[in-house]
């Protein structure tokens, strides 16, 4: 079942991490794939960013009842080195693949990415 409303608001330039329950996967060893996607959905909507298990910024754990998948978002995710922001709303959907290879949106919501101040 998908958790929808997963919404949150961060500061360019933070680091941040999600931390979601997937309930009906007994073990992290069940997870085959996991990736996070979370693209503009205003005027700038070519800027996206995404995460994979099996690249980088997603970790498994275990949680009582099911696992723990925990996306991580980098400062550089929301703010270059030259101070550029990617501030702006964005939508963020989390699919995770079973031991069994079925995928399942297991997240969505909405972000806010607010300026900091440089």
């Known amino acids: 079942?998908?958790?929808?409303?997963?919404?949150?608001?961060?500061?360019a330039g933070d680091y941040k991490?999600?931390?979601?329950?997937?309930?009906?996967?007994?073990?992290?060893?069940?997870?085959?794939?996991a990736d996070f996607k979370m693209s503009r959905c205003d005027e700038n909507a070519a800027y996206s960013i995404a995460k994979t298990l099996?690249?980088?910024?997603?970790?498994?754990?275990?949680?009582?009842?099911?696992?723990?998948?925990?996306?991580?978002?980098?400062p550089t995710d929301t703010e270059t080195a030259l101070g550029v922001q990617y501030v702006g709303y964005y939508k963020h959907e989390l699919e995770v693949t079973d031991a069994a290879g079925h995928p399942d949106t297991v997240a969505t919501g909405h972000a806010t990415v607010r300026s900091a101040l440089t």
Request: hydrophobic share 60%; aromatic share 8%.
């Open 1 to 11: 079942m998908t958790a929808e409303n997963q919404d949150f608001t961060m500061w």
């Open 17 to 33: 991490a999600l931390r979601f329950l997937v309930t009906g996967i007994a073990a992290p060893a069940d997870v085959l794939a």
């Open 54 to 74: 099996a690249g980088a910024g997603i970790a498994v754990t275990q949680a009582v009842g099911g696992v723990y998948v925990t996306v991580t978002l980098l």
